[in-house]
């Protein structure tokens, strides 16, 4: 049992002595790459969270200039349709403008010739005026002589043209 014993108390020495190696060999590089790895792995989830909060400020920069060029737009195209408005009045103003200058250019072109027909009536009323008295005065006519001379006058006058 003594061989049992020392057998028992050199593998609890050698059992203490290969701990203590291997803990000042291995397990201070093993505990030093572990905590390493855990202050890389806290970093990287610390940089991940950042650059999350950074995007999101991203994204809600970019919705709110997109929101403002929205608006832009929508004032861009009101703007065009009120000058759009404002132009096609212009242009039916500008044409009514035209219409009623051309109305009354046409309304007094009207009226010129109008009296222009008048005058050249009046002329051909008097030449036949005159021409129905040189016929009654080459003849003393009685009355029913008078008409059918008269007569005959206007049926000439009725068949010769208008003088212009």
Known sequence: MEG??????????????????????LFDKVNKI??????????????????VTEADKLRESY????????NKGREIIRDAKVKADAQA??????????????IRQTEAEIERLKKKALEDMREEIGALAIFAAEKILEKQLDHQEQQAVIGKIIDEAGN???QN
Do not use: G, M, P
Request: overall charge negative; cysteine-free.
């Open 34 to 51: 572990i905590d390493e790895r855990n202050s890389e792995i806290i970093d990287n989830i610390a940089t991940a969270e950042h650059k």
């Open 160 to 162: 010769a043209k208008w």
């Open 63 to 70: 919705e709110r200039e997109i929101a403002n060029l929205e």
């Open 89 to 102: 009045k212009d242009i039916i103003q500008e044409a009514e403008d035209k219409t009623a200058v051309l």
């Open 4 to 25: 049992n014993l020392f057998t028992i108390f050199a593998t609890l020495v050698n059992f203490l002595i290969l701990v203590l190696v291997l803990k000042h060999i």
